[in-house]
């Protein structure tokens, strides 16, 4: 298993390009599904979610060839022919996202076996939103040996009202109802801008969808969708992620191609802090206001602070003058970064789903363990200001959804390095 080796102390000088959004590429692959016809998609982020989900399509017997290299990262995808129309248990226990095949399956296919996902290390995150809808527009669900089995001749458009608001819920419904026979009215949708970009690609596709980014999508649905070309957008998580990069080491960091538009709560969360921030069009430049100052942050649903960004968030509330609360509403179980904060010198409770961080606190060297992947973009940030060389294990986390991260910190100027196992296994 790969780790990092982190020595602290540089500000981060420079600019840092953004990559395509993971959350948006896995979608908008699954909605591939929905037509034998290609679907072009640019701006793929290379990381291994993306790889697992080409092992997914293609156990099905889609043909997906990954354009790494190739101008814009493009893709191409081509169901014509789905032989197997099952998403493997293998594949899905390690991307939990693997459950947003099961709209576009039934909806193309009439069936679809998708295995169980199973716990995860930010909490139970259970898929029962997704099955109720597809229940609602007229699916037989049964379970067996782990696996959910869903069959309908043709979907039918339904009254769909979220019991609580499910970003991949929305997606995966979503895809189902553009070729469900009728119209699908869907009630407190995710907002988020992954959901957004899911819907233009489905509009490219010939999809009938009126209110995306709103919390009430209507569709009409279709009975045939095309191939089409579609650009990802800027991963926001990752522009934030450099954001508070910039913000933690009191450097001068231009975040480029990204879209200022999809990072206002934490812009101004950052601005709360002292830090000093110039939004342009496609790029956001953070630079040292002096110290930072403490802020209570809360996590919400788009347009609200994102919970992803919550333990990048702690990293730079260990530096910050004075007691901030950060509290998690989304995930039940998202701090498994505090202990290996708190193992670095950083001063931090827990109470329920509150975090008290008190600083500013010197942050020291360790051997760290990363638990998941925000988290371990969160000991990154935290190493990049420690005091000598933070050992990072279990990396393949990061590299689940960061695109040559270590490699565009340290163009940047962080001391970032990848190390390979002795036995040379990743
Ligand atoms: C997506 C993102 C993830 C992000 C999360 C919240 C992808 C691939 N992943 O995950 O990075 O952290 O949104 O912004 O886009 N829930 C239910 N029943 C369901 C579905 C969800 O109770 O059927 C609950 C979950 O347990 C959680 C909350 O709803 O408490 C939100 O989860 P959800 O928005 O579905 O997260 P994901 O779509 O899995």
Redesign the pocket.
Known sequence: MDKFVVRGGNPLLGTIKVSGAK?SA??CMAAAILTEDEVILENIPQVHDIETERKLLTSMGAEVELGYGRAQHRTHIKCAILSDPVAKYEIVKTM??SSLVLGPLIARTGIARVAMPGGCAI????????ISGLEAMGATITQDHGYLEARADRLKGAHIVFD??????TEDLLMAATLAEGETLFENC?R?P?VTDLAALLIAMGAKIEGAGTATIRVQGVTRLHGARHRINPDRIEAGTFLVAGAITGGDLNVDCCEPKHLGALISKLEQCGVKIDVGADHVRVRSGGELKAADMTTE?YPGF???MQAQYMALATQAEGTSSITEN???NRFMHVQELIRMGANITISGRTATIRGKTPLQSAAVMCSDLRASASLVLAALVADGETILDRVYHLDRGYEHFEEKLRGVGAQIRRMGDVFGKK
Do not use: Q
């Open positions: 959350n896995l979608p939990r996202a909490g139970g995150r259970p898929i029962d939103l997704h609580k608001i499910t970003v991949t819920g995710a988020e992954e649903e994102p919970t992803d989304i995930f039940e």
